[in-house]
Every structure is written in C-alpha cells, then in structure tokens.
C-alpha cells in the first residue's frame, strides 16, 4: 500500500479525524453482515480508513458528513469483494460457511494474544448475524446483499443506498425489497432461547454417549449438515441429509476422552464448540424450529476459527 507523506499541518488532529475514529465499529459490524467473513471485514476497514487519511487534512474538512463518507467507501468496497468471492468460492475447496462468532460474555478475555481488543467483541450479535441469516444473505447477489443490509438493517435511505451500489433509488428499493423476500421465504417460526438451547444441550448430550435414537428425535426428519473444512481439514465434501444419516455421521466422528463439547454462544444463538485434546477444532451452529434441528453448520477450517481461543 503506498504511503502517504504528511506535512506538519496534515498530522495535527482535526475535528473530522475525531469523529471518523468512533466509526470503526460501526463500519466493521457493517462489513461483517455484507461479508460473512471477520477477516474480510477487518481489511475493508483499514481500507477504507487508508483511504480516508489518504486525504490532506483539506480534503477532509470539505467533507460534510465524515461518517457517511466512510459508509459509503466501505459499501463501494464490500460490493467489490462480493463481487470477486462468488468466483473465489467457486474455487472453494468443499462447501463455504461464514466465519463464526463468538459472543463476548462467554469469551472472558476480550482480547487477542498482543493484548489489544478482539475485533470479534466490537460485532453487535442480532439476529442479523444468526448462521441461518447469514447463509440466506450468501444467496443473495451482490447487489441485493448491500442494499438490504443497508437499508434493512442499518436504516439507510435509498438515496443514500443508490450512491453506494450505482443504482437509482427505485432499483435500490426493488433489490431490498427481493432481498426480503428471500428472507421470509426461508425465515422459521421464532424459537425462544431457552428452547434453543434445551436441544443444543440435548443434543450434545446424545453426542457424546453415542445414542443414534435420541439424536435422530432431535433432528428434523429433513435436516441437513453442511461442514466447512476449506480443504484444510477433512470435512464432509457434502451436505449430509436426513435425520439418521446425520445421526450416525456425528456418532462415527466420536472421539471418547479426546473430544470434548462445549456450550458457547455461536453467532448470537446457542451453539457447540469442540475441542480436541484442548485445541478448538470445529464451531457448530443450528437452526432450530418446533423443538427440532433443521440445519447444523459446521465450521473446521483453521483460518475461520481464529476468533476462538484455545483458553
């Protein structure tokens, strides 16, 4: 990346730099939801910032609105990386599962190995970042990933939409709104958390004892499991379907006294995550509707569990 030289005038702080400073968190759960990866998320944010003190200090103050500047090159960017990973996940080894997220309350230390803040603390956890949300939105295109995120779940008008993805606003307003209408097509009845988290429980239990019967009573007679190992790992190259089948898949897979199952919250919802002699090896996501699991998303690549610690 090429530096910019600064004079003594550029480096005193001004006004705009202040308050451009207190959007990084704003633009990094911004990026996450358009992107589905942490890691993509953390580099179009230092873009966007490189970019925004690429400026000279006049440049800048010119800008009226510093936090929506910098809303808007993010979104520029985001709709470039999308644009490019449909190709690059063509190429994706097995099948693609956004990155996971832990949920600060359950991840004590907060930080990352140098001390500083973990990026993965400063992403709000809503429904907007449930595993089920997020895959829904991966089938979306470019376009109507952005401008739903947006608009929907950011509350930008279309206005200010339509400059971010270079379309009108009526165009804007008709992405949004296909968009939303992928989301309630494959939206299930909401399920309290406790109930969620009764069969993630049961369900890890029947896990490590190995009861094939009382996994496939947990499971939606259609469910399937989709795992993510990147080609890094071995994972299954396709989703597993039906309720049995996946049954048996997790029993065989059974390590006793190796791996062990955790409560964790995934994503804002309850979840698993297993250790291997100690080590975090796989994060698990579920979708559940009507007391039974619908969908199970298994990540194990290593490079999308870096948020996790080992502890």
């Known amino acids: 990346m090429k530096t910019v030289p600064t004079t003594p005038e550029d480096s005193r702080p001004d ?46 103050e010119a800008v009226a609105s510093p936090g929506g500047w910098l809303t808007k090159v993010a979104g520029r960017i985001c709709l470039d990386v999308l644009r490019s990973a449909r ?8 099948e693609w599962v956004p990155e996971p997220l832990p949920a600060r309350s359950e991840w004590p230390a907060g930080t990352t190995d140098d001390g500083t803040a973990d990026p993965a603390d400063r992403i709000t956890l809503d429904e907007s970042v449930s595993m089920a949300f997020l895959v829904v939105l991966e089938a979306m295109t470019p376009a109507e990933r952005v401008a739903f995120i947006l ?12 400059a971010i993805v270079g379309r009108t606003p ?8 296909s968009a939303r209408r992928r989301i309630e097509t494959s939206r299930a009845p909401s399920t309290p958390t406790p109930q969620r988290a009764r ?7 029947a896990w490590q004892s190995q009861d094939i019967d009382a996994l496939v009573g947990l499971l939606d007679p259609d469910a399937t499991a989709v795992g993510d190992g990147g080609g890094r790992v071995t994972a299954m190259p396709h989703p597993v379907e039906g309720a049995e089948r996946i049954a048996r ?14 409560e964790y919250t995934v994503n804002g919802q309850p979840g698993l995550v297993a250790r291997l002699d100690g080590v975090v090896v796989s994060v698990y996501a579920f979708d559940i509707a009507g007391g039974r699991i619908r969908r199970i998303w298994a990540v194990l ?11």
């Open 15 to 60: 006004e705009a730099s202040q308050v451009v400073a207190g959007e990084r968190r704003r633009l990094l759960n911004l990026a996450y939801r358009m992107l589905g990866s942490l890691a993509e998320a953390e580099d179009v944010v230092q873009e966007t910032y490189a970019r925004w003190y690429a400026m000279s200090r006049r440049q800048r």
């Open 170 to 177: 009526a165009a804007c307003r008709q992405l949004a709104s």
């Open 301 to 311: 690549n290593p490079e999308k569990l870096r948020p996790w610690k080992t502890g």
């Open 199 to 205: 069969v993630v429980r049961e369900f890890k239990q």
């Open 151 to 162: 608009h929907d779940v950011f509350r930008y008008p279309f206005s200010e939409v339509a």
């Open 249 to 262: 898949f997790f029993v065989d897979r059974t390590l006793p006294g190796r791996l062990t199952l955790r």
């Open 87 to 94: 190709v690059r996940r063509e190429r994706y080894v097995g």
